[in-house]
């Protein structure tokens, strides 16, 4: 018999100070680009892909703007505030874990075993 077991591995990103509010962090994630903001308080983390045709957004006046054609999104959510994104697309959200001022994001594994 074959068994599906998931487990969560946390991957260090940076140290909370260097996350400063109103600032992007750039990192990868599974190979592509990331980015990690401070807004509010709190820390977020995205897939740094603009749905619109794939650029990289950064931080400016409060929001994530993308380089090439200036469409913005919310800090909060990902979510598309401005055209050219298509309203209702979003930038993909990554999980994070804080704890003793280090940041991590959750990669998922899944794999196989005969036995548990
Ligand atoms: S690639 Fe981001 S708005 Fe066009």
């Given at each position: ?99 003793d001022n280090k940041i991590y994001h959750l990669n998922t594994i899944v794999f196989k075993s005969k036995k548990l």
């Amino acid at each position: 018999m074959c068994y599906t077991n998931i487990m969560a591995q946390e991957i260090f990103i940076t140290t909370a100070d260097k996350v400063k509010e109103g600032e992007g962090f750039d990192f990868k994630y599974k190979g592509r680009p990331a980015i990690l903001i401070r807004h509010g308080g709190g820390v977020k983390a995205f897939i740094n892909i603009c749905p619109h045709s794939g650029y990289e957004t950064k931080m400016y006046e409060g929001k994530l703007e993308c380089v090439e054609h200036f469409a913005t999104f919310d800090p909060d959510t990902g979510m598309a505030l401005t055209l050219p994104a298509t309203p209702g697309s979003s930038l993909l959200e990554i999980k994070l874990k804080v704890a003793d001022n280090k940041i991590y994001h959750l990669n998922t594994i899944v794999f196989k075993s005969k036995k548990l």
